[in-house]
């Protein structure tokens, strides 16, 4: 952490100088009192506060530390993005051959942002998002998931048997879902437990009789 020491008449006199130089806010600082000020005898021997105050890392600064060393121990080259918004922390990772770090099926790249979203929520009170991006994989894979879904949604409508899905992560399953939420003729549901739960595509009678 970056910190500075002040003194001050008080606390928040000190305060109020080292927050300048840090250029923070109050709540993105710690504060520790090094030294307790004392008024003195009629202004004799009057002593000042003096403080340490502390500038926490923010979720980016955490998020890029932590994803660096694991890349650097894989012994991979790479630039990170982190972009911070409201919904979600999202990094992307750019440099050559990034295969390695997708996986099969994105497996890889989603270990990995397992343990980027650990860290980044260990010491938060809400929950923040993690979305670990790279090449576009996760556009591309949203894409290919949902062309599969409508396939399958036209053979389950023709066979009128249910088709059962390789198990998915929570997210891959809610793109079946949200692609054929609107479907005229099948529904979808998951079985199974975590990290073998399917998604099922099953033809859907009764949105059949409404038809």
């Known amino acids: 952490m970056k910190f500075v020491e002040k003194s001050g008449k008080s606390v928040e006199e000190a305060l109020r100088l080292a927050l300048i130089e840090l250029?923070?806010?109050?709540?993105?600082?710690?504060?520790?009192?090094?030294?307790?000020?004392?008024?003195?005898?009629?202004?004799?021997?009057?002593?000042?506060?003096?403080?340490?105050?502390?500038?926490?890392?923010?979720?980016?600064?955490?998020?890029?530390?932590?994803?660096?060393?694991?890349?650097?121990?894989?012994?991979?080259?790479?630039?990170?993005?982190?972009?911070?918004?409201?919904?979600?922390?999202?990094?992307?990772?750019?440099?050559?051959?990034?295969?390695?770090?997708?996986?099969?099926?994105?497996?890889?790249?989603?270990?990995?942002?397992?343990?980027?979203?650990?860290?980044?929520?260990?010491?938060?009170?809400?929950?923040?998002?993690?979305?670990?991006?790279?090449?576009?994989y996760r556009a591309k894979r949203k894409e290919t998931l949902e062309g599969l879904a409508e396939k399958l949604a036209s053979k389950v409508k023709k066979s009128r048997k249910n088709v059962i899905l390789e198990p998915m992560n929570p997210y891959e399953r809610r793109i079946i879902h949200s692609a054929l939420q609107n479907n005229p003729n099948v529904s979808t549901k998951s079985e199974g437990d975590e990290p073998y739960r399917k998604v099922v595509i099953y033809y859907d009678y009764k949105k059949n009789k409404t038809n």
Not at 25 to 53: D, M, N, P, W, Y
Not at 87 to 113: F, H, V
Not at 118 to 136: A, F, G, I, S
Request: hydrophobic share 40%; net charge negative; proline share 1%.
């Open 23 to 136: 250029d923070a806010s109050r709540e993105q600082v710690e504060i520790e009192v090094l030294e307790e000020g004392s008024k003195g005898f009629l202004g004799l021997g009057a002593k000042e506060t003096k403080i340490r105050v502390s500038k926490k890392n923010s979720v980016t600064d955490v998020a890029y530390a932590f994803l660096s060393s694991l890349l650097k121990e894989m012994k991979i080259a790479a630039e990170i993005e982190v972009t911070p918004t409201q919904e979600a922390l999202n990094i992307n990772i750019i440099g050559e051959d990034m295969a390695i770090l997708i996986g099969k099926r994105g497996q890889t790249l989603d270990s990995l942002q397992y343990l980027v979203s650990l860290v980044v929520n260990k010491e938060r009170d809400d929950y923040l998002r993690v979305v670990l991006d790279t090449e576009n």
